[in-house]
């Protein structure tokens, strides 16, 4: 026996098509990229996500000396912050010293600074409109 769908149910499908159809691509161009060991990796985070160490919307592409760009797939039109850094050993962590300091390359968006620590999210905030976006930043060793 078929069922209709429910005003409920026909109103996820139409949220589910719409934001399908307005997700478009961001382009994130690293550079100071110090060499050619395992991976750069972004995560497109939003304010509620941002620093967390899984972001929805995420990209990676093999390292290489200077500048690597990674390509974020499928992101809604909204307002993100994105937080990239060098996987130079491939383990998908950032690794950090008994300090506490990074010992792989990162960086955010808009080169927000880091002073004492990560930058806030409205510092590295930008907008990603129907069309897309794209980015810059440069990468910081400790």
């Known amino acids: 026996m078929k069922t209709k769908p429910t005003g409920f149910a026909c109103l996820v499908l139409l949220l589910l098509a719409t934001h399908a159809a307005h997700a478009a691509d961001v382009t994130v161009k690293i550079t100071n990229v110090r060499n050619d060991h395992g991976r750069i990796r972004v995560a ?23 500048e690597v760009t990674v390509l974020v797939k499928n992101v809604p039109p909204g307002t993100y912050a994105a937080q990239a850094f060098h996987d130079e050993d491939g383990n998908g962590t950032l690794e950090r010293n008994f300090l506490g ?20 999210y409205d510092t590295a905030a930008f907008t990603v409109d129907s069309k897309g976006a794209n980015i810059a930043f440069r990468l910081k060793y400790y």
């Open 44 to 66: 497109l985070c939003q304010r509620a996500t941002f620093l967390a160490p899984h972001c929805p919307w995420q990209g990676s592409a093999p390292a290489t000396p200077g």
């Open 101 to 120: 300091l990074p010992r792989e390359g990162m960086g955010f968006s808009n080169n927000a600074p880091m002073h004492f620590g990560p930058p806030r």
